[in-house]
């Protein structure tokens, strides 16, 4: 599986991104799919979840401000961000667990200017 996440950018506060992440070499639609992020000098922490499904999960960081989803067809994950803030700077990766490995893309740099 390769995934390939896109989209990061410099944005000031209060604006929006939306990252895509392309899946490539799997069955994207029975994959659970994930975006975490890894801010410097901090640990990985997961932003948002979605199942086959398309059941939701968000940190509570982001919930309210941040919507993630899916588009089988393309075999792509999304995820909306609105009302960016300083703290949400960090590297975003786009993971999933196929058959009990994981799988990370290269991640997608969010700088959000104050």
């Known amino acids: ?5 896109s989209g990061g950018g410099l944005v000031q506060a209060g604006g929006s991104l939306r990252l895509s992440c392309a899946a490539s070499g799997g ?3 029975i994959q659970d799919m994930d ?3 890894q801010a410097p ?8 979840s979605i199942s086959t499904g398309g059941r939701t999960n968000y940190a509570d960081s982001v919930k309210g401000r ?3 989803s899916r588009d089988n067809a393309k075999a792509t994950l999304y995820l909306q961000m609105n009302d960016l803030k300083p703290g949400d700077t ?9 058959f009990r490995r994981d799988f990370w893309g290269p991640g997608t740099l969010v700088t959000v200017s104050s």
């Open 27 to 29: 069955i994207f639609r």
């Open 41 to 48: 000098e901090k640990q990985r922490e997961l932003v948002a």
């Open 35 to 37: 975006w975490y992020r």
């Open 90 to 98: 960090a590297v975003y990766y786009c993971h999933t667990n196929y």
């Open 66 to 68: 941040s919507t993630i």
């Open 1 to 5: 599986v390769q995934l390939q996440a």
